[in-house]
């Protein structure tokens, strides 16, 4: 466990990039509204440009994986972080500046499909949810540690300064974390699964060893070269009666984890307490804590995905999210929010989420799909997922200033009702189960999924 760990928490890393990129933003969009004279469309492509190169790379991860290999893949990825991270801190025009976060979008995309996958592909069957589970962690540090570096830049100058200079140190400092990631990539071993996908058995063993000890290594080796001889690999087998349902719960959750606002509240959380009445430096300090809060509990789940299982946790989160959702709309409705407790419940959600739709729905993405066809099937989804995420980011400000924030926060509020009705008809339990037994389970449409899969 201890080589297993450490190898997960470094392709885990990628899950940082993820978190300190998607979330930088935050803290620069008010300076760099303010310097390039943004519409709130504008503000709105801002923040969602990123995402464009997301859906790219997401696309394109699975077939880049498959081919060449989730290594070298992710080592492709770091560098397209880098140049994003350069490129975004130095530009004088606006343009300059979308492009370069399309760069680095591209990086993340292959990031969120990749490592998550990787994590699954390496995984003992016990301890998987936690492992993949890393990733989620790792996305919430970056969020996190992202909120501490845009206040301490925020305050180093004046606003002047923080106009003309201090968001471009917000985004260059993404440099320092896209080099530690690219280095400790060469340090990792590549995806026996893949190893064995590509016809080299003898070079995965090792790998194999390492995680189950001997008997269990060779058995696992015969159970992936079945597992292959039994699949097309062809997208179209995603489509077949025993998998269209695989299908389904994989887009269909990715997409509710976006359009339940989540991100809409990360990007734009000094926003929406403004609008409370909080000045500059208060909505930094509260969106460190919505920051602390992500931390927090997102290490609470992975304590618990593998001991309490993956559905019970969506639905409890999704419940939460939804009352918590509903009683913002209600204090902006009444038209005097009171900024505690719209900080309060803004809390409660990012709580509810951390622990359910943030890790478990990549946990889910990663090991509910067969060998062969797992990184374009997870490709496909993490594509659904971060076109929903632009959406939402792209609508969010036009929405809140013309529908209104009560309007915008129960929209989500009944997306969010809509995902615990999806988790609870659709979603089965896959907790303790190899990522072959999930697939024979599909392939024998086996599964109910109103209770856990169950035993093979």
């Not at 206040?151 to 896209?178: K, Q």
């Not at 070269?225 to 990715?254: H, T």
Request: charged share 15%; net charge positive; with cysteine.
């Amino acid at each position: 466990m201890k080589y297993v760990t450490l190898v997960s928490m470094v392709a885990a890393l990628g899950g940082l990039l993820f978190g300190f990129d998607t979330a930088v933003v935050s803290g620069a969009i008010g300076f760099m509204k303010e310097r390039f004279n943004l519409s709130e469309i504008e503000v709105g492509w801002a923040v969602s440009s990123l995402i464009i190169g997301c859906i790219i790379g997401a696309a394109s991860a699975g077939v880049l994986g498959d081919r060449f290999g989730r290594k070298k893949v992710l080592l492709l990825a770091a560098l397209l972080f880098i140049i994003g991270s350069i490129g975004s801190a130095i530009p004088d025009t606006f343009t300059g500046y979308i492009i370069a976060r399309i760069i680095g979008g591209l990086g993340i995309g292959i990031t969120s499909t990749l490592c998550p996958l990787y994590n699954a592909e390496i995984a003992p069957a016990k301890y998987r949810g936690r492992l993949v589970a890393l990733n989620q962690f790792a996305t919430v540090t970056g969020i996190f540690l992202v909120y501490f570096i845009n206040l301490w830049i925020a305050g180093y100058g004046d606003d002047a300064w923080d106009v003309s200079t201090g968001w471009r140190w917000m985004f260059g400092f993404g440099v320092i974390p896209g080099l530690i990631f690219f280095v400790l990539l060469f340090f990792v071993p590549e995806s026996p699964r893949w190893l064995i996908k590509q016809g080299k058995a003898a070079e995965s063993l090792p790998i194999l060893l390492r995680i189950h000890g001997e008997e269990l290594a060779r058995q696992e080796v015969l159970e992936i070269k079945e597992s292959f001889k039994q699949e097309s690999g062809s997208i179209r087998q995603l489509f077949s009666p025993a998998l269209k349902l695989a299908l389904i719960v994989g887009v269909g959750l990715a997409v509710l984890q976006q359009v339940t606002g989540i991100n809409a509240i990360m990007y734009y959380a000094p926003e929406i307490f403004k609008q409370t009445g909080a000045g500059t430096n208060a909505s930094l300090v509260q969106t460190i804590l919505v920051g602390l809060i992500n931390f927090l509990f997102t290490i609470l789940a992975i304590w618990l995905i593998d001991k309490v299982g993956r559905k019970p946790l969506l639905l409890g989160g999704s419940a939460l999210m939804t009352v918590s959702l509903f009683v913002i709309g209600l204090q902006f409705h009444s038209g005097e929010p009171s900024g505690l407790l719209v900080l309060i419940f803004i809390l409660l959600y990012v709580a509810a989420f951390a622990i359910s739709l943030g890790p478990v729905v990549w946990v889910l993405i990663s090991e509910i799909f067969p060998n062969r066809i797992r990184g374009k099937a997870t490709a496909i989804a993490s594509m659904a997922l971060w076109m929903a995420d632009y959406v939402v980011s792209q609508t969010f400000p036009p929405m809140l200033s013309s529908a209104g924030p009560a309007m915008t926060f129960w929209i989500f509020g009944f997306m969010s009702l809509f995902t615990f009705i999806f988790t609870w008809r659709v979603v089965p339990e896959t907790q303790g189960k190899s990522l072959e037994e999930i697939e024979s389970l599909w392939s024998a449409k086996k599964i109910n999924v109103t209770q856990k899969l169950p035993e093979a």
